[in-house]
């Protein structure tokens, strides 16, 4: 055994990856397991009859947490990945026929949405200057840091966020926020729908979420060339650069823990030692499963669980003009559509329904003159309902939506086709009941009761990914890596210190 300490990491998602690279460029010994036979996690890739699909996250946004990643290894990011900044952000159909281009840039957004909808552009303008601000002064600080060690706070960070925090922001829904915004029915659904970045419903969570606008329509949206399995790819690469050691279909049956310290691992029956163990598993099955402490596990379920997801590969044998790289179309009915969801937890009959087409920025991800549609609706956490009845119904319902909008019959353009439904996510991803991002923000205070980046009660043990601080899709997951990196150096010099 080499002389360094050593780390073991369980799961190789994106959060797993980047905390794999920041404990080895730190100088410890780094392994990690992973029951898939791939790295990724959710970021994962498949081919089918020539089409090429992208299974999980399809939207980059902040790059630079990526860079950062890469200036820190010492490595040129560009030798790994390489990613160019998309023209527009979505295109969005509404049920009444009317639609928006979200254009990068912001006169052309907002004289789309006068055009379009009859929103005056000067609302557009100064929802977006308040939602830079709102995430600038309080969202970052957010982030960026760990809540439970409060005292990384600068007084001076903390006063600034508590006077950017206004009553709208804290203690009204984000629906509110936005009927308050915005003057048309479209702009407030428009803007409504980014409570779904964390799997949340906008008529309970707060207002607060007005600040995810900011990442796409002020800071933009990119696209990785390669597609986003790409990033899973660069991240793995600089990883065994580093190396970082990986163990793939090597599922971790448990955390050995012992006086209050975790001590290593017990993989295919064999105990393998260390001096630290981050989990990139999500937080419930980390519990219940790797510490068998039911009574942490439950406590974990007190908050609500976040949305999952419906999905739909195809190839579509023609190609769409009027389609960019993400399109939304809007349900007639969003308060049902998540009523529905969160409450009956049953599927709405008219779901909004979101398309991201990879070959629209690039040739080799279809065939010639054919597009590689992932299709995405909202779904209710995994209950017990009956999915095998469900998924066709709901199947049907897309199919019927977008041959409206886009005048053919859709269903007769489909060439090749796989699902990915609640029950998969949670059978690949051990995300619990499915859900996407482990709990919702659909309380005022959720987002300060989401899992804490280290073990109060275990000494040596943290948690990364998207189930726990600060949340769930890629930015955030590189935001939790980094604060537990810091964490444990930050313990680990504290260590030193009292052992020197």
Not at 5 to 17: F, K, S, T
Not at 123 to 148: C, D, M, P, W
Request: charged fraction near 20%.
């Amino acid at each position: 055994m080499s002389s360094k300490r050593q780390a073991i990491i369980v799961g190789a998602g994106i959060a797993g990856l980047a905390t794999a690279i920041r404990l080895a460029v730190q100088g410890w010994q780094v392994q990690v397991f992973e029951g898939n036979s791939y790295p990724g996690g959710k970021l994962s890739w498949f081919e089918q009859d020539g089409y090429a699909f992208d299974a999980g996250p399809s939207l980059f946004t902040q790059p630079q947490y990526i860079e950062d990643l890469f200036a820190l290894a010492n490595e040129p990011t560009q030798d790994y990945f390489q990613y160019v900044q998309s023209d527009v952000a979505c295109r969005y159909f509404f049920a009444n026929g009317k639609h928006v281009t979200a254009w990068a840039d912001h006169d052309k957004f907002a004289a789309d949405m006068e055009t379009q909808l009859g929103e005056p552009a000067a609302n557009v303008h100064a929802y977006l200057q308040r939602s830079a601000t709102t995430y600038n002064k309080i969202g970052k600080l957010f982030v960026e840091k760990s809540l439970r060690h409060w005292r990384q706070f600068s007084w001076k960070e903390v006063a600034t966020a508590i006077r950017h925090s206004s009553k709208s922001l804290l203690m009204g829904s984000l629906n509110a926020y936005n009927e308050q915004a915005f003057t048309t029915k479209e702009a407030v659904q428009m803007f409504n729908r980014y409570a779904t970045y964390n799997g949340s419903n906008p008529y309970k969570a707060p207002g607060m979420l007005s600040l995810i606008p900011h990442l796409e329509l002020n800071e933009g949206t990119f696209y990785p060339k390669g597609g986003m399995i790409s990033i899973t790819n660069a991240l793995h690469r600089l990883a065994e650069k580093k190396g970082v050691q990986f163990h793939f279909n090597s599922k971790v049956e448990r955390i050995i823990e012992s006086a209050g310290k975790a001590e290593g691992v017990v993989v295919n029956g064999r105990n393998i030692m260390a001096d630290l163990i981050v989990s990139n598993a999500d937080v419930y099955f980390t519990y219940k499963h790797l510490l068998r402490n039911e009574i942490a596990a439950q406590k974990v379920l007190k908050q609500e669980r976040s949305s999952s997801a419906l999905i739909f590969y195809w190839g579509i044998k023609q190609s769409f003009p009027q389609l960019g790289l993400h399109n939304i179309f809007f349900s007639d009915n969003y308060a049902e559509e998540f009523r529905h969801l969160f409450q009956t937890k049953t599927f709405y009959q008219d779901p909004t329904v979101y398309i991201n087409i990879t070959s629209k920025m690039e040739s080799g991800q279809a065939p010639e003159g054919k597009e590689n549609w992932f299709v995405m609706i909202n779904a209710p956490a995994n209950v017990g309902q009956p999915w095998s009845e469900w998924i066709p119904e709901a199947r049907q319902r897309i199919i019927s939506k977008l041959s409206k909008h886009l005048q053919c019959d859709v269903a007769s353009l489909i060439e090749t086709e796989a699902v990915l439904d609640p029950v998969t996510i949670e059978q690949r991803t051990a995300s619990y009941m499915g859900s996407l991002y482990g709990t919702s923000s659909n309380s005022r205070m959720a987002a300060f009761l989401r899992h804490a980046n280290d073990s109060a009660q275990i000494q040596g043990l943290y948690f990364v990914g998207g189930s726990v601080h600060p949340g769930g899709g890629i930015p955030l997951c590189m935001q939790s890596a980094a604060i537990t990196a810091n964490l444990i150096q930050t313990q680990n010099k504290l260590h030193h210190a009292a052992h020197h």
